[in-house]
């Protein structure tokens, strides 16, 4: 089923203090944050896509990175139990919005679960067991969204989708570290190149494939393989450990 909405919450005041160690965190501009959110969100709906807009949240930081609080899938939602206890909060905008369109439930504890871990396929999700993200919480999801769930298990890392994302099509776009792993058997993966390792989360609504500016070797791989690229500006997103999937919830 193609996706007909996209979910999304702009950058709030709050927003450079943000969970992320990026060396230039300190030049962090929300205006600009909040100027490369709204380009965003505009090609969403250039795209076709019905944008609904989460009220702002100045009092979490990261509340911009709703993909976190919640993973929709075959028409029901889990509602994420993030990790980190200063974004719990986050995801209750977010299941307000979601509970007028769909069946939700919430992860409870010792569950922790979020998004940013989840990559969707037609007929299954692959999720990392990471920082964020627990069995438990790997476990909860697949009973409440009734499919089957490959875990990439690397507890060095925050989120899977930083390294992994599906461009559609039976096609992933993934950094070296992860292009083998077992859970990716019978797709085809396009290898970001070196040092554009942050090209590899993507956001791919029917042919077209959002990207980060800059990489353009990424840029014209994904055009070989037959995709139309948008360069998005995302440099306030990234001082923020933030990527251009991190921005929406797609359903």
Known sequence: ME?????????????????S????????????????????????SELGLEVIRVPRDDMHPDSCFVEDTAVVHGGRALICRMAVESRRGEQLGVEAILKQYMPVRRATALATVE???????????????????????VTQMGEWLKVPVDIIVDTGIVHLKSYVTSLGKGRIIAT?????????????????????????????????????AGHLGSHEMVREAGYEVIPMEVSEIEKCEGALSCLSIIF
């Open 3 to 19: 996706p007909k909405r996209a979910l999304v919450r702009e950058p709030g005041d709050s927003y450079p203090g943000c969970i």
């Open 21 to 44: 160690s990026h060396p230039l965190l300190h030049t962090l501009d929300v205006s600009l944050a909040r100027t490369q959110h709204a380009s965003y969100c505009e090609v969403l």
């Open 115 to 137: 998004g940013g871990d989840v990559v969707h396929l037609p007929d299954r999700l692959i999720s990392g067991v990471t920082q964020r993200t627990n069995l438990e919480g």
């Open 176 to 212: 070296r570290k992860y292009s083998n792993h077992p859970a990716l058997a019978g797709l085809e993966v396009l290898v970001v190149p070196e040092g554009e390792e942050y090209a590899a989360n993507t956001l791919t609504i029917g042919d077209t494939v959002l990207m980060p």
